[in-house]
């Protein structure tokens, strides 16, 4: 026969999506994260659009299981909590574990403040990660009300608009990080909270 019968050297893009689902510690998934971005920059976006999804709902019912009881004690509104999971989710992506211990050793040696826990929240005291929830929740909350006066005479944003414009005050400004975990929100309300109010105004206050 002219088939080969020698395994392949390579791996597909199926591959990285079963990876994905047996994968488990923290290691590998960096790892997987590397190789994926390997193939954006071959295939471009579409491979890595799909890995991302698959990371971020794999994440997603991982921190629901671990963090929705003081998270919905806290704001009891959908809206605010996907925002919550989304910037949870930025945060964790781009400032894993492994990264967050180097950061509490800067801070016991240095004492100095930086941002700690899983929402990578500035302090000058050590916070857990379930600490930095809380802190980042009322720092949401904050943010949430000022643009409720922002636009208390002006047209209602949408329920996006206002999710970036808070993601950009929660990160001091910063449009890149605003627009990724916008992506975020938008991804995780479509495929988790529908049906969502289109309004900003059909949403209440922290």
């Known amino acids: 026969s ?4 020698s395994n392949p050297y390579v791996f597909t893009e199926q591959g990285v999506y079963m990876l994905m689902t ?12 590397a190789l994926v971005r390997t193939f954006k920059k ?15 709902e794999r994440r997603l019912f991982s921190y629901i299981k671990k963090y929705n009881t003081i998270i919905h004690a806290f704001l009891q509104n959908d809206f605010y909590e996907a925002l919550t999971y989304s910037i949870m989710i930025y ?3 781009n ?10 050793l800067r801070f016991w040696i240095t004492r100095k403040p930086h941002t700690l826990g899983i ?8 916070i857990n990660d379930k600490d ?20 208390a005479d002006s047209p209602s944003p949408s329920i996006n608009r206002v999710a970036y414009l808070i993601a950009k005050k929660y990160n001091s400004g910063d449009y890149d990080y ?17 049906p969502m109010p289109d309004s900003y105004e059909e949403i209440k206050r922290i």
């Open 2 to 5: 002219s088939k080969s019968r």
């Open 22 to 33: 047996v994968l488990k510690g923290e290691l590998a998934v960096r790892q997987s994260i």
């Open 42 to 56: 071959i295939f471009g976006e579409t491979v890595y659009a799909g890995f991302y999804r698959a990371y971020q």
């Open 91 to 93: 945060e964790d992506f």
């Open 95 to 104: 400032r894993p574990i492994v990264v967050r211990w180097v950061e509490y």
């Open 119 to 126: 929402m990578q929240v500035t302090t000058n005291k050590y």
């Open 132 to 151: 930095s929830i809380i802190l980042a929740m009322q720092q949401i909350s904050s943010n949430n009300n000022d643009i409720m006066e922002r636009y």
């Open 178 to 194: 605003a627009y990724e975990v916008g992506e975020i929100f938008e991804q995780i309300v479509s495929t988790f909270y529908e």
